[in-house]
């Protein structure tokens, strides 16, 4: 083992030992979370020490960045499973169903339109989790909440594998409420799946039901400096603001 795969591989037990303590609050395990490793701005070289180490599922914020890396990790590794995490472009639909296996960010009519027009032609129904407003913050996408119903129901009319609900709690506030609200939404509209939860808060999401969670700098590090800023990036930024 390499010394950067011995390094991942310590940063992927750290996070999972806590996931399991966050779990055995609410009668689960760590292996009933599905913890998806946000390798945004990550190089191939900085995301193979991780595959190395067992993680297996990862998180792109932007499809064309990802198209620039996971085919040929996913040649080397074929049971890799990507998740679109960040805001879609309805013109962007087609790429994300030919590369993504989940997308966590339907949000809007347009964009359902969009993915169902992408299934249809490529013959492919990816799982969807709807992303809803959950702070009512103008600057950040996601469906709002008095909307979400609606959408849900386009959604399943429309023949789109529905997962659950994903949010991104405002910054710099503590985010167990609107966990908590987004976890009743979801039972109230029988889903069964929560994408909630990040490096600063993942136990607390967990606790509070979360399925799926996004961890980017708790198993990577902080993020090249250098990189360009996202919009899904550190809190108080727009659009998904929450550092991941």
């Known amino acids: 083992m390499t010394t950067d795969t011995l390094e991942a591989a310590q940063r992927l037990a750290t996070v999972r030992e ?7 609050l609410t009668d689960r395990t760590a292996d009933d979370i599905t913890l998806i490793a946000i390798s945004k701005t990550q190089a191939a070289d900085a995301i193979r020490p991780l595959i190395d180490a067992g993680q297996r599922a990862f998180g792109e914020n932007r499809v064309q960045e990802a198209q620039g890396k996971w085919p040929a990790l996913r040649e080397e590794c074929a049971d890799l499973q ?5 805001q879609l472009q309805s013109n962007k639909a087609a790429d994300a169903i030919a590369l993504f296996d989940v997308i966590h960010s339907l949000d809007r009519p347009s964009l359902l339109t969009a993915l169902t027009k992408a299934m249809d032609a490529a013959d492919r129904r990816i799982p969807c989790y709807i992303q809803v407003n959950i702070g009512a913050e ?3 996408g996601g469906c709002a909440i008095a909307d979400t119903p609606a959408l849900i129901k386009a959604a399943r009319a429309a023949d789109i ?16 409420p609107f966990f908590a609200l987004l976890a009743k939404m979801a039972r109230e509209e029988g ?11 993942y136990e607390t999401a967990i606790m509070l ?24 990036s550190g809190r108080g930024m727009v659009r998904n603001s929450r550092a991941k």
Do not use: N, W, Y
């Open 82 to 86: 990507l998740h679109l995490v960040g």
């Open 18 to 24: 806590a996931m399991g303590r966050a779990a055995r």
């Open 191 to 201: 889903l069964a799946r929560l994408s909630m939860g990040m490096s600063g808060d």
């Open 209 to 232: 039901g979360a399925t799926d969670i996004r961890v980017g700098t708790a198993l990577f590090g902080e993020r090249p400096s250098a990189a360009r800023p996202d919009p899904t």
């Open 138 to 140: 103008e600057q950040k």
């Open 161 to 176: 594998p529905l997962l659950g609900l994903m949010c991104v709690p405002p910054a710099d506030i503590e985010p167990a």
